[in-house]
């Protein structure tokens, strides 16, 4: 066990991978394809990571699917199915979300999402994507067509004032990072009250 980081791409088409266990970090910045091989997921994650854009080929069984780099975009073969055991973690950013898209529009990719943990999905862009798991909350997202299985809402931020006062502060939010342009915040009667740190933009305050 170890860890592994493959800045291209990766093919399995024989024998059986392994993948690295759950203290480890698997991380891909090209494309997978799964043709025939045996993959041994390990209950590990497999990141998604780098700028440019990945292709997923065949159908592939995750543990943990992860992507957390703003602007990315994950490209599904037509009619494939990744299967997500437990947790997905799609989180872009408001400027750069991360888009799901098939490999040709109009044709679904899909996905089965078996256990969906709050908050995991954040600011992406998802089109022709088919669903028959647990359905998917996408916050502050974009639908953007053809979707099955998916919820699209905006959360509210409610301000805690865990640590200071500090309005930029991730920890202050009950999120877990402050709220966006396009996100509702409530502020509730705290020891620490917000206090702006710059020039903020919010869809509403309540």
């Not at 990571?49 to 037509?78: A, E, R």
């Not at 088919?130 to 639908?143: F, H, L, P």
Request: proline share 3%; hydrophobic share 35%; with cysteine.
């Amino acid at each position: 066990n170890g860890t592994l980081d493959i800045n291209g791409n990766i093919v399995l088409n024989s024998g059986i991978f392994t993948a690295p266990g759950a203290d480890y970090s698997f991380m891909i910045a090209g494309n997978l394809t799964y043709i025939g091989s045996t993959f041994n997921t390990s209950n590990g994650t497999v990141t998604f990571d780098g700028s440019g854009i990945s292709i997923l080929s065949g159908n592939t069984i995750f543990y943990n699917f992860s992507c957390i780099t703003p602007g990315k975009q994950l490209v599904f073969t037509k009619g494939s199915t990744q299967t997500i055991s437990n947790i997905l973690t799609l989180r872009g950013s408001y400027v750069s979300p991360i888009y799901l898209r098939s490999s040709e529009a109009g044709n679904y990719w899909n996905i089965v999402a078996n256990s969906i943990y709050a908050g995991a999905v954040y600011y992406v862009d998802v089109k022709d994507s088919n669903n028959t798991g647990t359905e998917i909350i996408a916050r502050s997202s974009t639908d953007s067509g053809h979707n099955f299985g998916w919820a699209f809402s905006t959360p509210t931020f409610i301000w805690t004032g865990e640590t200071n006062h500090d309005w930029g502060t991730d920890s202050n939010w009950d999120q877990g990072w402050v709220p966006a342009s396009m996100d509702v915040v409530e502020i509730v009667s705290t020891i620490n009250d917000p206090i702006l740190d710059q020039n903020r933009t919010i869809a509403m305050l309540t």
